[in-house]
Protein backbone atom coordinates (compact mmCIF):
# COMPACT_ATOMS: atom_id res chain seq x y z
CA UNK A 1 0.00 0.00 0.00
CA UNK A 2 1.58 3.41 -1.38
CA UNK A 3 1.95 5.89 1.52
CA UNK A 4 3.90 7.88 4.13
CA UNK A 5 6.01 5.72 6.45
CA UNK A 6 9.08 6.46 8.62
CA UNK A 7 11.45 5.71 5.72
CA UNK A 8 10.26 8.50 3.96
CA UNK A 9 10.69 11.23 6.92
CA UNK A 10 13.85 13.49 5.69
CA UNK A 11 16.88 14.84 6.46
CA UNK A 12 15.99 17.28 9.62
CA UNK A 13 18.97 18.49 10.49
CA UNK A 14 19.05 21.76 12.28
CA UNK A 15 15.57 21.92 12.82
CA UNK A 16 13.86 21.86 16.19
CA UNK A 17 10.56 19.89 16.88
CA UNK A 18 8.66 20.41 20.26
CA UNK A 19 6.49 17.60 21.07
CA UNK A 20 4.01 17.68 23.73
CA UNK A 21 3.30 14.47 25.72
CA UNK A 22 6.92 13.04 24.11
CA UNK A 23 7.64 10.52 26.70
CA UNK A 24 5.11 7.89 25.67
CA UNK A 25 2.56 6.37 22.75
CA UNK A 26 2.66 8.37 19.73
CA UNK A 27 4.94 11.05 20.84
CA UNK A 28 7.43 9.37 21.70
CA UNK A 29 7.39 7.36 18.29
CA UNK A 30 7.48 10.43 16.64
CA UNK A 31 9.82 11.94 18.63
CA UNK A 32 12.44 8.92 18.49
CA UNK A 33 12.16 9.04 14.58
CA UNK A 34 13.06 13.09 14.35
CA UNK A 35 15.85 12.13 16.42
CA UNK A 36 17.02 9.69 14.43
CA UNK A 37 16.94 12.17 11.67
CA UNK A 38 18.99 14.68 13.39
CA UNK A 39 16.07 16.67 14.82
CA UNK A 40 16.61 18.73 17.83
CA UNK A 41 13.51 17.28 20.49
CA UNK A 42 11.89 19.42 22.88
CA UNK A 43 10.45 17.60 24.69
CA UNK A 44 6.88 19.19 26.66
CA UNK A 45 5.47 16.97 29.59
CA UNK A 46 4.07 16.84 32.74
CA UNK A 47 6.41 14.86 34.57
CA UNK A 48 10.11 15.30 34.33
CA UNK A 49 11.43 11.97 35.56
CA UNK A 50 8.95 10.31 32.72
CA UNK A 51 10.47 12.43 29.97
CA UNK A 52 13.97 11.64 31.25
CA UNK A 53 13.55 8.48 31.03
CA UNK A 54 12.16 8.48 27.45
CA UNK A 55 15.23 10.49 26.16
CA UNK A 56 17.17 8.04 27.82
CA UNK A 57 16.02 5.12 25.74
CA UNK A 58 16.38 7.63 22.42
CA UNK A 59 19.70 8.42 23.43
CA UNK A 60 20.40 4.82 23.68
CA UNK A 61 19.59 4.62 19.88
CA UNK A 62 20.71 7.96 18.49
CA UNK A 63 23.55 8.66 20.22
CA UNK A 64 24.16 12.75 20.25
CA UNK A 65 20.40 13.09 19.84
CA UNK A 66 19.62 16.71 21.06
CA UNK A 67 16.94 16.30 23.64
CA UNK A 68 15.57 18.86 26.20
CA UNK A 69 12.74 19.08 28.26
CA UNK A 70 10.14 21.62 29.19
CA UNK A 71 7.40 21.21 31.68
CA UNK A 72 3.60 21.10 30.57
CA UNK A 73 0.65 20.09 32.06
CA UNK A 74 -2.32 20.39 29.96
CA UNK A 75 -4.73 20.14 32.59
CA UNK A 76 -3.78 23.94 33.65
CA UNK A 77 -3.78 26.62 31.79
CA UNK A 78 -1.12 28.38 33.75
CA UNK A 79 1.40 25.48 33.15
CA UNK A 80 0.57 25.99 29.82
CA UNK A 81 1.61 29.82 29.63
CA UNK A 82 4.58 28.70 31.81
CA UNK A 83 5.73 26.46 28.66
CA UNK A 84 4.86 28.70 26.39
CA UNK A 85 6.93 31.42 28.28
CA UNK A 86 10.11 29.09 28.29
CA UNK A 87 9.81 28.00 24.87
CA UNK A 88 10.14 31.31 23.79
CA UNK A 89 12.81 31.87 25.57
CA UNK A 90 15.06 29.05 24.07
CA UNK A 91 16.31 29.19 20.33
CA UNK A 92 13.83 28.33 17.21
CA UNK A 93 10.79 26.07 16.94
CA UNK A 94 10.58 24.75 13.49
CA UNK A 95 7.49 22.69 14.01
CA UNK A 96 4.82 22.39 17.08
CA UNK A 97 3.42 19.26 17.61
CA UNK A 98 0.11 18.76 19.47
CA UNK A 99 0.07 15.59 20.50
CA UNK A 100 -0.78 15.24 24.24
CA UNK A 101 -4.12 14.20 24.92
CA UNK A 102 -6.75 11.90 27.06
CA UNK A 103 -9.13 9.27 26.61
CA UNK A 104 -12.02 8.78 28.22
CA UNK A 105 -11.62 9.21 31.81
CA UNK A 106 -14.21 9.29 34.50
CA UNK A 107 -15.37 12.66 34.96
CA UNK A 108 -12.27 14.81 36.17
CA UNK A 109 -11.69 18.87 35.37
CA UNK A 110 -8.90 20.85 34.83
CA UNK A 111 -7.35 23.23 37.66
CA UNK A 112 -9.74 25.74 35.54
CA UNK A 113 -12.80 24.01 36.35
CA UNK A 114 -13.27 22.62 32.62
CA UNK A 115 -14.02 19.09 31.36
CA UNK A 116 -10.74 17.83 31.33
CA UNK A 117 -11.22 15.98 27.62
CA UNK A 118 -12.02 19.52 26.56
CA UNK A 119 -9.94 20.96 28.60
CA UNK A 120 -6.75 19.01 27.55
CA UNK A 121 -7.71 17.56 24.08
CA UNK A 122 -8.45 21.50 22.55
CA UNK A 123 -8.53 24.42 25.32
CA UNK A 124 -4.87 23.81 26.21
CA UNK A 125 -3.69 22.91 22.69
CA UNK A 126 -5.27 26.21 21.29
CA UNK A 127 -3.33 28.02 24.24
CA UNK A 128 0.19 26.80 23.54
CA UNK A 129 -0.40 26.86 20.24
CA UNK A 130 -1.57 30.43 19.52
CA UNK A 131 0.53 31.69 22.60
CA UNK A 132 3.34 30.33 20.22
CA UNK A 133 2.89 31.40 16.78
CA UNK A 134 4.92 34.56 17.65
CA UNK A 135 7.58 32.57 17.98
CA UNK A 136 7.06 30.38 15.27
CA UNK A 137 6.49 33.40 12.65
CA UNK A 138 10.29 33.40 13.19
CA UNK A 139 10.95 30.77 11.22
CA UNK A 140 10.20 30.04 7.82
CA UNK A 141 8.06 27.22 7.14
CA UNK A 142 7.32 26.64 10.91
CA UNK A 143 4.37 24.64 10.86
CA UNK A 144 1.82 23.44 13.73
CA UNK A 145 0.43 20.29 14.02
CA UNK A 146 -2.83 19.26 16.21
CA UNK A 147 -3.02 15.46 16.26
CA UNK A 148 -7.28 14.82 15.65
CA UNK A 149 -9.05 11.16 15.37
CA UNK A 150 -11.13 9.37 13.33
CA UNK A 151 -13.67 9.57 16.58
CA UNK A 152 -14.33 13.36 15.51
CA UNK A 153 -16.67 11.89 13.01
CA UNK A 154 -19.15 11.26 16.03
CA UNK A 155 -18.48 15.00 17.02
CA UNK A 156 -21.34 16.57 17.78
CA UNK A 157 -19.70 20.64 18.71
CA UNK A 158 -21.47 20.73 21.86
CA UNK A 159 -19.37 22.70 23.79
CA UNK A 160 -22.61 25.17 25.61
CA UNK A 161 -21.25 23.17 28.92
CA UNK A 162 -17.26 23.37 28.87
CA UNK A 163 -17.64 22.35 32.92
CA UNK A 164 -19.68 19.35 32.56
CA UNK A 165 -22.27 20.69 35.03
CA UNK A 166 -25.09 19.39 32.91
CA UNK A 167 -24.58 15.47 32.80
CA UNK A 168 -20.88 13.87 31.64
CA UNK A 169 -20.85 10.78 28.51
CA UNK A 170 -16.90 10.10 28.48
CA UNK A 171 -17.48 8.89 24.87
CA UNK A 172 -19.40 11.61 23.53
CA UNK A 173 -16.87 14.18 25.15
CA UNK A 174 -14.13 12.99 23.18
CA UNK A 175 -15.55 12.80 20.60
CA UNK A 176 -16.29 16.33 20.55
CA UNK A 177 -12.67 17.11 22.02
CA UNK A 178 -11.34 15.31 18.69
CA UNK A 179 -14.26 17.44 16.52
CA UNK A 180 -12.70 20.44 18.00
CA UNK A 181 -9.21 19.23 17.31
CA UNK A 182 -10.06 19.25 13.26
CA UNK A 183 -12.18 22.62 13.47
CA UNK A 184 -8.79 24.72 15.27
CA UNK A 185 -6.13 23.23 12.80
CA UNK A 186 -8.58 24.23 9.96
CA UNK A 187 -9.62 27.67 11.04
CA UNK A 188 -6.10 28.18 12.41
CA UNK A 189 -4.71 27.66 8.85
CA UNK A 190 -7.48 30.17 7.34
CA UNK A 191 -6.60 32.68 9.69
CA UNK A 192 -2.53 32.22 8.79
CA UNK A 193 -3.36 32.40 5.39
CA UNK A 194 -5.54 35.32 5.06
CA UNK A 195 -3.29 37.34 7.71
CA UNK A 196 -0.41 36.32 5.57
CA UNK A 197 1.16 34.15 8.14
CA UNK A 198 4.32 32.07 7.05
CA UNK A 199 3.14 28.84 9.46
CA UNK A 200 0.99 26.17 8.04
CA UNK A 201 -1.22 24.34 10.31
CA UNK A 202 -1.45 20.90 9.57
CA UNK A 203 -4.04 17.80 10.76
CA UNK A 204 -3.43 14.23 11.50
CA UNK A 205 -4.87 10.98 13.00
CA UNK A 206 -2.97 8.26 14.24
CA UNK A 207 -6.13 5.39 12.94
CA UNK A 208 -6.60 3.07 15.39
CA UNK A 209 -3.37 2.30 17.60
CA UNK A 210 -2.01 0.56 20.62
CA UNK A 211 -0.73 2.84 22.98
CA UNK A 212 -1.79 3.76 26.58
CA UNK A 213 -4.26 6.21 25.83
CA UNK A 214 -7.01 4.17 26.17
CA UNK A 215 -6.46 3.02 29.49
CA UNK A 216 -9.75 4.21 30.64
CA UNK A 217 -12.03 2.68 27.95
CA UNK A 218 -12.92 -0.05 29.42
CA UNK A 219 -12.45 -2.91 27.74
CA UNK A 220 -10.42 -2.00 24.92
CA UNK A 221 -7.33 -2.10 27.72
CA UNK A 222 -7.30 -5.86 27.82
CA UNK A 223 -8.60 -5.64 24.05
CA UNK A 224 -6.47 -3.51 22.53
CA UNK A 225 -2.78 -5.58 22.95
CA UNK A 226 -4.52 -7.84 20.75
CA UNK A 227 -6.16 -5.73 18.16
CA UNK A 228 -2.94 -4.06 18.18
CA UNK A 229 -1.66 -6.75 16.25
CA UNK A 230 -3.94 -6.40 13.08
CA UNK A 231 -4.15 -2.59 13.68
CA UNK A 232 -1.43 0.03 14.04
CA UNK A 233 1.75 -0.63 16.09
CA UNK A 234 2.42 2.56 18.21
CA UNK A 235 5.48 3.30 15.50
CA UNK A 236 3.04 2.62 12.89
CA UNK A 237 0.47 5.02 14.13
CA UNK A 238 3.02 8.00 14.09
CA UNK A 239 3.54 7.71 10.51
CA UNK A 240 0.90 10.57 10.50
CA UNK A 241 2.04 12.81 12.62
CA UNK A 242 5.58 12.29 10.77
CA UNK A 243 3.97 13.04 7.26
CA UNK A 244 2.22 16.27 9.37
CA UNK A 245 5.96 17.27 10.43
CA UNK A 246 8.48 16.94 8.12
CA UNK A 247 6.78 15.62 4.71
CA UNK A 248 7.86 18.50 2.07
CA UNK A 249 4.32 17.61 0.72
CA UNK A 250 2.23 18.12 3.58
CA UNK A 251 0.58 21.52 2.64
CA UNK A 252 -1.03 23.88 5.77
CA UNK A 253 -4.77 22.69 5.79
CA UNK A 254 -3.85 19.30 5.03
CA UNK A 255 -5.44 16.38 6.81
CA UNK A 256 -3.22 12.83 7.10
CA UNK A 257 -4.11 9.74 8.63
CA UNK A 258 -3.55 5.60 7.64
CA UNK A 259 -4.72 4.63 4.18
CA UNK A 260 -5.75 0.99 5.24
CA UNK A 261 -9.88 -0.06 5.68
CA UNK A 262 -11.46 2.63 7.24
CA UNK A 263 -8.62 4.63 8.07
CA UNK A 264 -7.26 2.66 10.91
CA UNK A 265 -4.40 1.38 9.61
CA UNK A 266 -1.61 1.78 7.46
CA UNK A 267 0.78 3.80 5.55
CA UNK A 268 -0.46 7.82 5.85
CA UNK A 269 -2.17 9.86 3.78
CA UNK A 270 -4.70 12.31 2.56
CA UNK A 271 -7.41 11.71 4.84
CA UNK A 272 -11.48 12.42 5.57
CA UNK A 273 -12.98 14.88 7.59
CA UNK A 274 -16.90 15.59 8.12
CA UNK A 275 -18.73 18.52 7.03
CA UNK A 276 -18.73 19.67 10.17
CA UNK A 277 -15.43 19.20 10.95
CA UNK A 278 -14.88 21.62 7.71
CA UNK A 279 -17.51 23.70 8.81
CA UNK A 280 -16.47 27.56 9.16
CA UNK A 281 -19.09 28.51 10.93
CA UNK A 282 -18.52 25.98 13.70
CA UNK A 283 -14.64 26.56 13.40
CA UNK A 284 -15.11 30.55 14.00
CA UNK A 285 -17.83 29.69 17.01
CA UNK A 286 -15.06 27.48 18.55
CA UNK A 287 -12.49 30.26 18.00
CA UNK A 288 -14.20 32.52 19.82
CA UNK A 289 -15.73 30.51 22.65
CA UNK A 290 -11.81 29.45 23.16
CA UNK A 291 -10.79 32.41 23.28
CA UNK A 292 -13.09 33.65 26.11
CA UNK A 293 -12.61 30.25 28.19
CA UNK A 294 -8.85 30.43 27.75
CA UNK A 295 -8.01 33.97 27.75
CA UNK A 296 -5.76 33.67 25.17
CA UNK A 297 -6.32 35.60 21.84
CA UNK A 298 -3.52 35.63 18.92
CA UNK A 299 -5.78 38.29 17.23
CA UNK A 300 -5.78 36.55 14.34
CA UNK A 301 -9.13 37.87 12.42
CA UNK A 302 -11.55 35.19 10.34
CA UNK A 303 -10.59 34.77 7.10
Known sequence: MPGFTAADVPDLTGKTFVVTGANTGLGFEAAKVIAARGGEIVMACRSEDKARAAMAKIAAETPGAVLD??????????SVRRAAQALKERGKIDV????????MPPLSRTAQGYELQFGVNHLATFALTTLLLPKLEETPGARVVVTASIAHRNGEAIWSDPKAEQGYTRMQRYYDSKL??????LELDRRLRASGSGVAAIGCHPGIASTELGRNFGIARYVMPIAGKLLNSAQQGAWPTLQAATDPEAVGGGYYGPRGLREMSGPSGPAFLTRLARDPGAAQWLWTRSV????VDPGLPPA
Open 180 to 185: ANALFF
Open 69 to 78: FVELDQADLE
Open 292 to 295: ELTG
Open 96 to 103: LINNAGVM
